[in-house]
């Protein structure tokens, strides 16, 4: 059974930097074809998808937010960190890390973050 | 990368069938055999209901079916039911990102 776990603070600061740790488990990120991505959604809106990071260590970003991510893996601890730079309140979201290759196959849960001061 | 364009709300009564669009650019939707749909009730996580355009995984139900014409692609549910009742967004690669949402379509069932 696929599993994937979102993990950080509830509640940054504006200017402060957001880490948020997806833990995963039933497949492997070193598996040819395998990505672990992270979507986001305020409150009553729509999803947005953020960043992506491969079997093969390739990560992508999207253009509107690329110079304030960055994603990593860690294959050791099934991990992807993400990590987000100068939080303002427009950030405030339920964080989604989710898995698959074509499509985003399964969902972790979520974390809800709170941008404010 | 601008996301696809759905229509903000559908409905339909019980036993019906409705399409909801997603409409993209070549870049994307019509560039890419990589269209998928998700389906999401409230407070809960997005449940993937189709991926590669028209294929369903396992355990949803045949009464969800995905099609794709040029830049437009379509998700169809038929006999409706309450249970149906969620937001749905499409989802695509696209020559860029590599990934980008629809705005979502809000299914009521009457």
């Known amino acids: 059974q696929i599993t994937l776990k979102e993990s950080g603070p509830t509640l940054v600061k504006p200017t402060q930097t957001l880490t948020l740790t997806c833990t995963f488990s039933?497949?492997?990120?070193?598996?040819?074809?395998?990505?672990v991505g992270w979507i986001r959604q305020p409150p009553g809106k729509a999803l947005e998808w953020l960043a992506l990071i491969y079997w093969n260590d390739d990560k992508r970003y999207s253009p509107s937010l690329k110079s304030r991510l960055t994603i990593t893996k860690d294959t050791s601890k099934n991990q992807v960190v993400l990590t987000m730079t100068n939080m303002d309140p427009v950030d405030t979201a339920t964080y989604y890390c989710?898995?698959?290759?074509?499509?985003?196959?399964?969902w972790g849960q979520g974390t809800m973050v709170t941008v404010s001061s | 990368q601008s996301a696809l364009t759905q229509p903000a709300s559908v409905s339909g009564s019980p036993g019906q069938s409705i399409t909801i669009s997603c409409t993209g650019t070549s870049s994307d939707v019509g560039g890419y055999n990589y269209v998928s749909w998700y389906q999401q009730h409230p407070g809960k996580a997005p449940k993937l209901m189709i991926y590669?355009?028209?294929n369903r995984p396992s355990g949803v139900s045949n009464r969800f079916s995905g099609s794709k014409s040029g830049n437009t692609a379509s998700l169809t549910i038929s006999g409706l039911q309450a249970e149906d009742e969620a937001d749905y967004y499409c989802s695509s690669y696209t020559s860029s990102s590599p990934w980008v949402f629809g705005g979502g379509t809000k299914l009521t069932v009457l």
């Open positions: 039933g497949f492997s990120l070193s598996t040819s074809g395998v990505g």
């Open positions: 590669d355009v028209s």
């Open positions: 989710a898995a698959g290759d074509h499509a985003f196959d399964i």
